[in-house]
């Protein structure tokens, strides 16, 4: 879906969302839930398979034969095992136990979670460093975030990567219900020594957005081998410029030329350290302390960046503007602060 112009400044829930609304509630009207057997279109015995009632080109009505779970289900009926979520999010709160009946949606169609009454929002969750000892808003300690993470785990919560929430924003996946990211900032040393361990126990992943100055600088930054490792792993890294400077203010006595070449250099030039230490190409830029401008964001479109984020709390629905993405600064250390934050969906009723 294409970007607004630039001088209008970064999308918000506004005109545009009406129109996109009022074009596919027509169509969501009518699949908004899951149908009963009987009104599945075209729903037809097929060839006899042990356990499947009812097939359609849709779904397949399926009765469990005791050994199945969404994972062995995905493989077999959607060809891939990581799209196990699509099963369980049609059957929630549904025992995957014998002789109970699924529904196994064989097509995802509502690629932007739009129903009639509300639209899918992405939260991107926030962290910088985890110590023991906290005397910043910014640290978090470890027994605090692994409870965190745990929350996550144990009530269906699932990361997604920089691409998957792209896909997303441009109107070509749909994703999990529940569906969020995790990113750390800065390129701490704590997000490989404690984050990382955390994550992986609980099946999660993250996006580390690292000033490219800080890596291996001291025993408290984290090293590009390190980087590398994680990024073997599934762990995603973007850029957050070069120095971490506010990219939005001049310098004393800086020239509006000097200002636009120091810009550049933060936006652009991190892009190609990165790509280069870790051969990739890195689509998403975090803006030090959340702050940009029109210079800034056009510099990012022009260095490749897909994504962009601030510090604007908030979640993210399809039709958010992609180089302007929310993101919710963790700073709280109790569990009920960070359950608030966790908003998945936005009620919005159109009938």
């Not at 999010?89 to 025992?95: C, K, R, Y």
């Not at 023991?132 to 975030?145: N, Y």
């Not at 990567?161 to 040393?189: C, H, N, V, W």
């Not at 291996?216 to 070069?242: C, M, P, Y």
Request: net charge negative; glycine share 6%.
């Amino acid at each position: 879906m294409a970007r607004l112009n630039r001088s209008t400044g970064c999308r918000r829930e506004g005109f545009l969302f009406f129109i996109i609304m009022a074009s596919l509630l027509v169509l969501l009207s009518c699949s908004a839930s899951w149908p009963i057997l009987d009104r599945i279109p075209g729903a037809h015995v097929g060839e006899r398979v042990k356990g499947v009632a009812f097939e359609s080109e849709e779904y397949v009505v399926y009765i469990l034969q005791g050994e199945e779970n969404s994972e062995s289900l995905a493989e077999r009926f959607l060809g891939d095992r990581e799209k196990s979520w699509v099963i369980e999010d049609a059957n929630e709160g549904v025992p995957f136990v014998k002789n109970q009946t699924v529904i196994i949606p064989l097509r995802t169609d509502n690629k932007g979670g739009l129903t009639a009454s509300g639209y899918q929002v992405v939260p991107v969750l926030n962290y910088h460093h985890f110590l023991e000892d906290c005397d910043s808003l910014l640290c978090i300690p470890p027994a605090v975030f692994d409870q965190q993470m745990k929350y996550l785990k144990d009530n269906g919560y699932r990361t997604v990567t920089m691409e998957d929430l792209l896909s997303f924003l441009q109107y070509r996946q749909a994703l999990p219900k529940k569906s969020l990211m995790i990113t750390i900032d800065d390129g701490y040393r704590s997000a490989y020594d404690v984050a990382y361990p955390i994550l992986k126990r609980y099946g999660l992943t993250a996006t580390l957005f690292i000033y490219t100055d800080y890596v291996g600088v001291s025993d408290k930054a984290i090293t590009w081998d390190q980087l590398k490792e994680l990024n073997a792993d599934r762990f995603q890294i973007g850029s957050h410029t070069i120095s971490h400077s506010d990219l939005t203010m001049k310098k004393e006595g800086e020239s509006e030329k000097d200002y636009l070449a120091r810009i550049k250099k933060e936006v652009i030039d991190s892009k190609q350290i990165i790509d280069m230490k870790l051969t990739q190409d890195t689509i998403a830029i975090a803006f030090p302390f959340g702050r940009y401008n029109e210079s800034i964001l056009s510099l990012a479109e022009q260095a490749g960046y897909m994504l962009g984020f601030s510090v604007e709390g908030g979640g993210n629905p399809f039709f958010s503007d992609a180089l302007c993405l929310r993101r919710t600064q963790i700073l709280k250390k109790d569990l009920d602060s960070f359950v608030t934050q966790l908003n998945t969906f936005y009620e919005f009723s159109l009938e």
